[in-house]
Structure formats: structure tokens, C-alpha cells
């Protein structure tokens, strides 16, 4: 199996690490040599240097060699600012699922955890993708991010359900080493009641089915 993975980061190494085999042709995509060559030392695997998010890049790759499933994570800000040239460049190199990230519909926390998007930029991302009936479109959303309610949890299960995605993954907070987050962790709250907005989530999604 040919699979392609974009990031070398702590979760992409240790996915390239677990599906190698001699069955599997394992690509790797990051922008950092530095952390390509760490891998490679260890995994054999082909790297590729630059922007996962890229055509190019993608293609350097062999993404455009006809998967069953050929997945590519965006953020909205990614679609919104490159427009639909972008997406259409990503249907013509076999693109057939999108996983959106808008990770939570509440402003205020996407200003606290540094993301670049805005709630109305993943709105406007989700009526782009949705124009091509080619694509299966993923929202991720997560769980417990800093000073988030239950409520402000269920708010974000809501909207993005009227956005009408064809699946939604749902992640609890982890902070990585590398997050800028990790530098204010003894500064931020942290919600103790993250097992009820995951039994909220399963009870919503389900619902709807």
C-alpha cells in the first residue's frame, strides 16, 4: 500500500513508525528537513521537503498516482485564501475527502489558542468544499480547549452540524511540546468535565444519523 503523510512531527514519525512494513511504500511530508532526516535515520521511509498543503508538493510526492481514498487535512483559512483554484487543484490530483479543522465554533477560543481562522472563514470553507459533490468533507472539533464550557462545547457540535458535514471526528485537548500553548499551561484552565462534551458529542452525532 502507498501512503502518504503529511508532518513529521511527533504523531506523523510515530504513524510512519508503526505502518512500516514491507507491504506499505511510506511517503513523508514536512516542511523542516531537519525532522525528515531524524525520521529517515530511523524509518525507512521516501521524504519529501515542503508545504504538505501545496499542489506541488503533493505531487513530488506521488499523491497523484490514484488512491481509493486520498485525504487531505486543511484548515479553513487554507481554502478560504487560496480559493477555489485550490480546491479544484486538489480534485485533479485525486483528492476525494477533505478534513476540515475548524476545532471549535467559539471566536474567543480560537483567539486564545492562536489559531489563524475565524468562525465565519470555517463557514465560508465548509459553502466552498460543499460546491463539489466530488469530495467527502470531515470537520475535526475538539473537546476541553482552554476555558471552554460544556455549553460553549455543545454550541460548537451544533454549528458545525449545520454546516452538514459527511463526518465529524471529535479530539480531546493534548498539548503537544511544540505547541505554543505549552509555554502558558500553568496560566490557562482546563476543563475537568471533558468525558461529558465527548458523551455530549456521541449523543448528538448519533442522534442525527
Not at 478560504?80 to 471549535?104: F, M
Amino acid at each position: 500500500m502507498r501512503i502518504v503523510i503529511a508532518g513529521a512531527g511527533e504523531v506523523g514519525s510515530h504513524l510512519a513508525k508503526m505502518l512500516n512494513n514491507e507491504t506499505n511504500e511510506i511517503t513523508v511530508i514536512d516542511t523542516r528537513q531537519e525532522r525528515l532526516d531524524a525520521l529517515s535515520a530511523t524509518t525507512d521511509v521516501i521524504t519529501v521537503e515542503g508545504n504538505p498543503s501545496a499542489i506541488q508538493t503533493l505531487k513530488e510526492a506521488g499523491a497523484d498516482s490514484g488512491f481509493k481514498e486520498f485525504t487531505v487535512e486543511v484548515n479553513p483559512e487554507d481554502i478560504v485564501d487560496k480559493g477555489e483554484a485550490y480546491v479544484e487543484g486538489l480534485l485533479s490530483l485525486g483528492v476525494n475527502r477533505i478534513s476540515i479543522n475548524p476545532q471549535t465554533m467559539n471566536q474567543k477560543t480560537l483567539e486564545k489558542i492562536g489559531r489563524r481562522h475565524s468562525v465565519e472563514q470555517t463557514i465560508a470553507a465548509f459553502e466552498m468544499a460543499r460546491k463539489y459533490k466530488e469530495f467527502s468533507i470531515n470537520a475535526d472539533i475538539i473537546a476541553g480547549l482552554p476555558d471552554e464550557s460544556p455549553e460553549d462545547f455543545a454550541h460548537t457540535v451544533r454549528e458545525v452540524c449545520s454546516l452538514s458535514p459527511d463526518a465529524v471526528t471529535v479530539h480531546t485537548m493534548y498539548l503537544k511540546r511544540a505547541a505554543r500553548l505549552i509555554n502558558d499551561f500553568e496560566k490557562l484552565r482546563f476543563a475537568s468535565h471533558m468525558d461529558t462534551m465527548v458523551q455530549h458529542a456521541y449523543d448528538y452525532l448519533t442522534a442525527r444519523e
